[in-house]
């Protein structure tokens, strides 16, 4: 089974009061993006990561995996292997992307016939963006991440964006944990001036994005990537090419409806199941 892992984008983030658990409350508009990485699943004993990447950390997709059995009660295993193509460290969800593909393609290949709102739940486990992708489509997200519904928004749907990746990898918790009250409500996303303060490259980035051409340049998660608007595929291509001498990442991608449950519903993007 084949899946594709569509990376996120936020296109809104409010950062509320931290919680009893920890965390901070979250009000986010996400989108998934047509930047993806595949996930290939296949039958196996064991769960097995064949996955040739060094994340630094645990492979997300791997704990989604090891979470669904436990909370699933079964004693399937997978092969799973993970062709990256979202960066790493860059809020677009990379790794939550994977973890969410492997929910949705293991609901099918386990034959467990959950429904959204119980795998919702699992994803909740994994990581606060996890949710959002397993639904799929445009979403509006909330609490810590576990709460999503979806947010008809023609506006953004089709739409060219340009990401720009700056050489830094953000850190999710530092970003968190230099955020201020005080940051919130002024811009799209509360988190970008704490991510500034900490990666002066993303500020850098900003302005190059928006002297490109780009508009509504804005930070998407907890950085490091920002992203701007364009109209159409042919200024996304020159933007990201007037932006490529840098050494950094830039690429045109289109906002869509994909990814997660979504793609059940839209046969125009629909991958998931497929056996190749
Ligand atoms: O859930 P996720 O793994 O994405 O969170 C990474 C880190 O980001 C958490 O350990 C926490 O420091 C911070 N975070 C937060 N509030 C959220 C989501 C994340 O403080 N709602």
Redesign the pocket.
């Known amino acids: 089974m084949l899946l594709r892992a569509h990376a996120k984008i936020n296109v809104t983030l409010a950062?509320g009061g931290?919680?009893p658990d920890?965390?901070?409350?979250?009000r986010s508009i996400v989108a998934p993006v047509s930047l993806c990485d595949d996930v290939a699943l296949e039958d196996a004993a064991e769960i097995v990561d064949e996955t040739d990447v060094d994340f630094g950390s645990e492979n997300l997709a791997v704990k989604a995996a090891r979470i669904l059995r436990d909370r699933a009660g079964v004693q399937s295993g997978v092969r799973i292997r993970v062709e990256k193509r979202i960066p790493c460290g860059a809020g677009l969800g990379g790794g939550?992307a994977d973890a969410a593909a492997v929910l949705v393609g293991l609901n099918s290949l386990w034959r467990l016939g959950w429904g959204v709102e119980r795998l919702v739940q699992v994803a909740a486990e994994?990581?606060?963006?996890v949710p959002s992708l397993v639904h799929g489509g445009i979403v509006m997200m909330e609490?810590?991440?576990e709460r999503v519904r979806p947010w008809t928004d023609d506006a953004l749907y089709g739409r060219t964006l340009v990401l720009l990746k700056p050489d830094v990898h953000a850190s999710?918790?530092a970003?968190?944990?230099e955020f201020r009250p005080e940051d919130g409500g002024g811009g799209l996303n509360d988190l970008q001036p704490a991510a500034c303060r900490l990666y002066p490259e993303i500020e850098q980035a900003l302005a190059r994005l928006e002297a490109a051409g780009a508009r509504e340049v804005r930070m998407t998660g907890?950085g490091s990537t920002v992203f701007g608007f364009v109209d159409g595929s042919g200024e996304g291509r020159r933007v990201a090419d007037a932006l490529s001498g840098f050494g950094w990442t830039a690429l045109a991608v289109v906002c869509g409806k994909d990814g997660g449950f979504q793609d059940d519903q839209d046969n125009t993007t629909i991958r998931r199941g497929q056996v190749r």
């Open positions: 950062v931290v919680r920890g965390y901070h409350d979250l939550s994994i990581g606060s963006d609490g810590r991440g999710t918790p970003v968190y944990r907890s």
